[in-house]
């Protein structure tokens, strides 16, 4: 699903305050640090921001134990077929193994568990150019051009299309 589409057919359904953003990666590592600085950006829009930083199991937790509406994006990136600053939003059917990732807990059971809850919940993963440098907290050049891109769209999302 590419991320216009994301916007009009999955975001559409629920208010600002329904959609937690949960950024994921190492921000002394170039592009790993996408999700974090996502969240940095997007904070301003939409309250319930968090990073893995944030304690992500009581994220998690907190939107399955309640009783409302709500849909949780994990912004990661990930090493898909394609070129740098490509984007990919994936469902929990879409992901392939449950223990293929670097995480301590993988998104994937995450998101069984949010499934569970009767919540929905996607990957909003860009394609990295450089994950090899460390302390290097700059996002590349093309990855933060889309970062950019991104947060404006939902700048306008949020201000236009509700």
Request: glycine share 4%; hydrophobic share 35%.
């Amino acid at each position: 699903m590419n991320f216009e589409n994301f916007l009009k057919d999955i975001l559409s359904k629920y208010k600002k305050e329904e959609i937690t953003f949960l950024g994921m990666g190492n921000p002394y590592r170039s592009d790993d640090g996408f999700g974090i600085e996502f969240v940095k950006k997007v904070k301003s829009l939409f309250q319930n921001s968090f990073t893995e930083f944030d304690n992500k199991d009581e994220v998690v937790l907190e939107l399955c134990n309640n009783n409302d509406k709500g849909i949780l994006i994990f912004v990661d990136v990930s090493d898909f077929e394609g070129k740098s600053g490509d984007l990919k939003i994936l469902s929990y059917d879409e992901i392939e193994d449950i223990d293929k990732h670097f995480h301590k807990i993988p998104i994937k059971l995450y998101m069984k568990l949010l499934i569970s809850s009767q919540k929905e919940s996607y990957i909003l993963a860009i394609k990295p150019k450089n994950l090899k440098s460390v302390n290097e907290p700059k996002l590349s050049e093309i990855v933060a051009v889309k970062l950019d891109e991104i947060v404006t769209r939902l700048k306008e999302f949020t201000t236009n299309e509700r």
